[in-house]
């Protein structure tokens, strides 16, 4: 099969007009001009579309797709927290499925071909093994107390060995935050992560209150872990920064993935950059909560690998990656927007440790690909026209196969 496009998109620094993708057995066998790509079959052709690596959500929380707009930001993190909470746990079996159901097809519809789920509930895992797109499924870990670290972790090692019943599920381990998970756990946590090669995924200094925990001030997070019978009395405040924290525990290693990251020293950025843990940065949920000035800048000018993820309809609009571009190329109005494509798909896929199999289109590389309509917009590089309004993901491509076609729709 050959897809067939206006312009196809090798990767941020190569692009084709008029360009063919040539597909065997899922994988890419010829990327270029179509009139010179080797290959044989079916020629579908997109037209006036940019055929693009599909996107690659380092982070989400699909089982909060149903909160879409329900719960606002007052400014106190810790109280948005408590009502995600609350909202959770009047969520019955079917209201959690129906919400993993919907956001899959909500991701998949904006081009999404590589998806990192934190999964709270198991329950979840056989509909991202069917989905068609490549999914990680992180095993969700929360125990404050230091004597309820054993018993997680032996918990957290059987819900790994469940999840092999599905072949096509990549899983990952995640301890929450630093402040609903103890020392002794997370550091359980990234031994295990380590013992078994898999990712391991954390909440880190997403907020100042989580900050001013470690320093050992009583406040939000403090009163919210009390008020769900969680002891403090046992607990020693680090009085360290949450990365650094996190390094002492062993934490923080390539397989690390630190999610949002919005209040970082510099002393934290190079203590990331030495240890080859990735940042995981989701902008517009980053803008909710408040953070306008994201350490992004910092964080690339010392070579740091940052992806891109949406986290949860929570904190989002959207579970489009699409947007997380558009946005940020419009609050960075002086960066050429290939660096944010790039956090958006081939640096999404370093993080994940499967930039091998996807995260461009190159050879013997998975055929994972987002096709982008871009019939109108102004005659530009394709990644300047595709962060234009009226560009949009018509159709989605994984592993050769299209899974979503707005065409037909």
Not at 255 to 278: F, P
């Amino acid at each position: 099969m050959i897809f067939r496009a206006k312009f196809v998109v090798q990767g941020t620094k190569k692009f084709f007009e008029d360009g063919g993708v040539a597909v065997e057995g899922g994988r890419i066998a010829d990327v270029g001009k179509f009139g010179s790509v080797a290959g044989s079959g079916e020629v579908v052709d997109f037209g006036g579309c940019a055929i693009l690596p599909g996107f690659v959500n380092a982070h989400t929380h699909l089982g909060l797709t149903a909160l879409r707009g329900r719960i606002p930001f007052s400014g106190v993190f810790a109280e948005w927290l408590r009502a995600v909470v609350a909202a959770k746990q009047k969520m019955s079996r079917e209201d959690f499925l129906l919400s993993v159901s919907e956001g899959m097809r909500e991701a998949i519809g904006a081009g999404t071909t590589t998806l990192a789920d934190i999964a709270g509930e198991d329950y979840g895992w056989k509909g991202l093994a069917e989905c068609g797109m490549r999914c990680f499924a992180f095993a969700e870990v929360i125990a404050f107390e230091k004597f309820r670290a054993a018993e997680a972790l032996d918990t957290l090692a059987n819900r790994l060995d469940a999840a092999k019943q599905f072949d096509s599920l990549a899983v990952g381990v995640a301890p929450h935050a630093t402040y609903t998970v103890s020392a002794d756990l997370i550091g359980g946590c990234a031994g295990l992560a380590s013992a078994r090669r898999i990712p391991l995924s954390i909440h880190a200094a997403e907020s100042v209150e989580e900050a001013a925990f470690l320093q050992g001030h009583a406040g939000p997070l403090a009163a919210f872990l009390g008020e769900r019978g969680i002891s403090l009395e046992e607990w020693a405040a680090p009085h360290v920064t949450p990365v650094r924290y996190l390094a002492s525990l062993g934490a923080l290693s390539a397989r690390t993935l630190l999610v949002h990251c919005n209040y970082l020293t510099q002393d934290e950025v190079e203590i990331i950059k030495t240890s080859g843990a990735h940042v995981i940065y989701c902008p517009r949920s980053s803008e909710f909560f408040g953070c306008a000035d994201h350490p992004l800048r910092r964080l690339m000018d010392a070579g740091v690998n940052v992806a891109l993820g949406t986290d949860s309809l929570g904190s989002n609009s959207t579970l489009s990656m699409l947007d997380e571009v558009r946005f940020l190329a419009r609050k960075h109005r002086k960066v050429f927007p290939a660096e944010f494509w790039e956090m958006a798909t081939a640096r999404g896929a370093s993080a994940l440790g499967v930039s091998k199999q996807t995260g461009t289109l190159e050879k013997k590389k998975s055929a994972d690909m987002a096709v982008v309509d871009v019939e109108g917009c102004a005659v530009r590089t394709p990644l300047e026209m595709v962060v234009e309004d009226g560009a949009r993901v018509v159709a989605t491509i994984s592993a050769g196969k299209i899974i979503h076609d707005s065409r037909n729709a």
